[in-house]
């Protein structure tokens, strides 16, 4: 496959200089947007280096057309709440969509304007195809156009002879092409889209299914990666010991995991993601080698993102759902012509509400004032530029992680805590937080949590906890 390195744009209006608001006056001149999520992938891909034997080198030369961000964070380590954050600009503590059975119609993020509706706004054509909400038929917001999805590879039965799995952990290779799944069929509706002489800028969103499970992907996929070749994570036995109740009760350690230990069969299911990571390599690497041979290419600006990380048995935990580096971190990279250099990585901590007002910027768009999170134009013009914010991470009410270069702090509801130092224990296996040499380091951290924390729907106890503290907050003002 010919992947090329982005081109610059052929437009003198998208001059580095002067901001990129320029662009603003010129509609016809505004760039286009290609809008790559992809469903549960974490740090397994090549460029990231989470698993060595992961076969990812389509999505690696993605990464290398611009910056990297090796230091990348969900709002959220669930579906619908990192999706909802990253497309309506709202973090879950301030939306209350913490999880996947949460409507956000019925939060406030049916007040504001989520992402595809501000461009479509702005005079951008704006399709999509596959999942970037919460599911194919979940398109909130406004489009022009979105495909109908087509049959998942999940849909499809283990092949012949094949296992499906290990209680809840879903994993099988399918006798079926490429052709017949659903990712494929995304691909094909985004590379129309490419393909077309559009008259108004286009916004285009390609949601990749995979590696979601079920890992049920076609067997050649499969047979990249021999069973008896397949290296486990590496995993301290003990590593639940100094983690509090509220960490445990989140690892679940008597659920999936016991279950994959009992069944023997880590390596299969470890096998099975790798080969789903690779089936979505292959989707990506279709749609750039579309990419590089359409008519907009020089003119496009490429965001690729994976809304939150798994874990594969670290800390004794599978799926997303914690507040640990292996939930947390998912790939994010930028490739804006003019903007970006090829082969950049930058180190800094970011999370995925930069998304939203950093391609307001580089679209010449005016930023809802609703929008929260920090534009990163600053780091796609200078990767190693002085940076002070940190990455949060929520999951559920009054539970956030916050991740710096050195350190990754969690505070959970009923306070307990957890604190690694991530330069010298980067697999999170010794918790500092008992440590009172660390008080002032967890008190700065702590400055970083949400001053909001909206209580989910419903919740009788968290709505009672918030008028605890908003009267608490009145009773400081009054004695001040």
């Known amino acids: 496959m010919n992947l090329r390195i982005c081109a610059p744009f052929f437009s003198a209006c998208f001059i580095v200089m002067t901001g990129l608001t320029a662009l603003a006056a010129d509609p016809a001149k505004k760039p286009n947007v290609l809008f790559i999520a992809v469903d549960d992938l974490n740090d397994w891909i090549g460029c990231l280096g989470g698993h060595p034997q992961a076969r990812t080198p389509n999505i690696d030369a993605l990464a290398a057309r611009g910056v990297n961000f090796a230091k990348a964070y969900c709002a959220s380590p669930v579906c619908n709440p990192s999706r909802s954050a990253l497309m309506c600009g709202l973090r879950s503590s301030t939306s209350g969509v913490y999880d996947n059975g949460i409507n956000r119609r019925t939060t406030i993020c049916n007040d504001v304007v989520p992402l595809n509706s501000h461009f479509q706004k702005n005079g951008y054509y704006v399709a999509g195809a596959g999942k970037i909400y919460h599911g194919d038929s979940d398109q909130f917001g406004i489009w022009d156009d979105y495909a109908k999805g087509g049959k998942h590879s999940g849909d499809f039965g283990p092949g012949k002879g094949e296992n499906g799995g290990v209680e809840g952990i879903r994993f099988a290779p399918i006798d079926a092409a490429d052709e017949e799944t659903q990712d494929y069929g995304t691909v094909t509706y985004c590379i129309d889209q490419l393909n077309k002489q559009h008259d ?12 979601h499970m079920a890992w049920n992907v076609p067997r050649k996929y499969y ?13 301290l036995e003990s590593d639940l010991q100094d983690v509090p109740p509220s960490g445990i009760k989140m690892a679940k350690p008597d659920g999936d995991h016991a279950d994959i230990l009992k069944s023997g069969r880590w390596k299969e299911a470890v096998r099975g993601y790798l080969a789903a990571g690779a089936y979505c390599d292959a989707m990506v690497g ?13 003119n496009t600006i490429i965001v690729f993102w994976g809304d939150h990380g798994w874990h594969l048995g670290e800390k004794q935990h599978w799926r997303k759902f914690t507040l640990w580096e292996e939930a947390a971190r998912a790939p994010l990279f930028y490739c804006v012509p003019g ?17 939203y007002p950093t391609l307001c910027e580089l679209c010449g768009l005016e930023r809802p004032k609703h929008v929260e999170g920090e534009s990163v134009v600053k780091l796609l013009k200078d990767p190693s530029a002085p940076w002070d914010h940190a990455a949060l991470t ?12 050195k350190w990754r702090y969690i505070q959970y509801e009923n306070g307990d805590e957890e604190l690694y130092d991530e330069v010298n224990d980067p697999k999170e296996w010794k918790n500092l937080a008992s440590d009172t040499s660390f008080a002032s380091v967890k008190a700065e951290l702590a400055k970083l949590l949400p001053k909001t924390n909206v209580p989910t729907p419903g919740n009788k106890k968290a709505n009672k906890d918030k008028n605890k503290d908003e009267k608490k907050n009145s009773d400081k003002k009054k004695a001040a």
């Open 200 to 211: 108004k800028p286009f916004f285009l969103a390609c949601g990749l299914h995979k590696p």
């Open 223 to 235: 047979d990249m990666f021999p069973l008896d070749s397949i290296q486990l994570p590496e995993v």
């Open 286 to 298: 279709r749609l750039m080698e579309a990419f590089d041979k359409s008519p907009n290419r020089d």
């Open 339 to 355: 903007v970006t250099k090829p082969n950049s990585v930058s180190q800094r901590t970011v999370d995925f509400m930069c998304i």
């Open 394 to 405: 929520t999951h559920g009410f009054k539970n956030h992680g916050i991740r710096t270069e």
